[in-house]
């Protein structure tokens, strides 16, 4: 079913997913599903009503029939009750019936008013028209109408939003699985997730720690004389410890694994409302 056509008729979309797959290399998905009781136009034709599943696609084909029929060249009987009484007439499809319903929808009753026309078949909805009209393409050209039935087949199932494959770069796949495979819910109800390592750059890190502690004891020296902000950058730090945001780590390795120590300073913002010592603290020693 178009998606056009599902609000018109105002039906309650569900989510779903289904792939599709038309003729040749033509691919689809379909989000949304919605269910409708679909029935004859006139209960005089047919009592017949079924719940029906119908997927919602942006369109289903293009307009059918591609060109004006003209009626008079089928000789169609005035009693007949036709299902769509402006077969003739070019207009968009708004529905597909599965096939799991179509040969509940036929019945035993058909007709062919010429050798050379249509075949006419009675359906709960009305009768149908369906073949070759009189004077159609001939045989000879019949590779021609293979060609450009292929075609609209084709088009049947291209839709401008159809593309499934991820347009995710090499490291930006990676950061999903790492997403998806690590990702976790704490005690407090926060979610914990891993973060990504570049493995070509964390080789390149380099040794950091003589330069962290030759930093670490300038910085000692420069809060040694001014003993307020060293209370307050030491009242800092325990908190942060206290909070469980850094950790001690014992030794000069980080248990085998690669260690970049990462020198830290403190600025002072006395003016600041909330916090005095502000800190984008990572702790002097950092594992990556």
Known sequence: MTRDFSRRLKFERQSSYLPIQGIGTSRCVSTQLVRADVGPRSDQNSAYESEM?????????????????????????????????????????????????????LTDERVKPAADGPTLHNTVFGWIISGRLPGSVPESTS???????????????????????????????????????????DETGRFVVTLPKKKYAVQRLGESRSTA???????????????????????????????????????????GELAYYLPHHCVLRPDSTTTKLPSSLTSPRCTV
């Open 213 to 255: 502690i030759k930093r670490f004891l300038g910085l000692e020296k420069r809060l040694s004389a001014n003993p307020d902000l060293k209370q307050q950058y030491s009242d800092f730090i325990h908190e942060y410890e206290a909070m469980g945001h850094m950790k001690r780590v014992a030794g000069d390795t980080a248990g």
């Open 143 to 185: 590779l021609v109408s293979v060609a450009a039935i292929d075609e609209l087949l084709t088009r049947f199932w291209e839709l401008e939003t159809c593309r499934t494959k991820s347009t995710h770069s090499i490291e930006e796949s990676t950061c999903e699985q790492l997403f998806e495979e690590t990702t976790v819910r």
């Open 53 to 105: 599943q119908f997927h919602v696609l942006p369109k289903l084909n293009i307009s059918l029939p591609t060109s004006y029929i003209d009626p008079s060249t089928i000789q169609l009987p005035d009693w007949m009750f036709l299902a769509d009484p402006e077969f003739h007439k070019t207009g968009p499809v708004d529905v597909i019936i599965g096939a799991e319903f179509y040969m509940d929808l």
